[in-house]
Nanobody, 124 residues
């Protein structure tokens, strides 16, 4: 059994910053990439950012480019999301997920493991 646990969410004013963390525990596994998704009320879960371990390449949704930065430690199966210049439209539950194959990182269906999510609320 693999568990992903997110932390670092909270309430912040527009223009502020938050840093999310996600750590995997339980059965040892190898992830090809780790990502962050988010889901706002009444909307589908959407891709936010990903990091592929073998290349250290990072990928971002257009809506967060230049404001969010994903980083992590493959050996520790830990991933972070630094979120700056937050906007009210960034309000959502943020989930981390582990990709265990080379499947496209932007499809939720390709992910084997998910965290429970952490709430991020940005006030205007």
């Amino acid at each position: 059994q693999v568990q992903l646990a997110e932390s670092g969410g909270g309430l912040v004013q527009a223009g502020g910053s938050l840093r999310l963390s996600c750590t995997a525990s339980g059965r040892t596994f190898s992830s090809y990439a780790m990502s962050w998704f988010r889901q706002a009320p009444g909307k589908e879960r959407e891709f936010v950012a990903a990091i592929r371990w073998i290349t250290s390449n990072t990928y971002y949704a257009d809506s967060v480019k230049g404001r969010f930065t994903i980083s992590g430690d493959n050996a520790k199966n830990t991933v972070y999301l630094q979120m700056n210049s937050l906007k009210p439209e960034d309000t959502a539950v943020y989930y981390c997920a582990a990709l265990t194959s080379s499947a496209p990182y932007y499809y939720t269906a390709n992910y084997a493991y998910w965290g429970q999510g952490t709430q991020v609320t940005v006030s205007s």
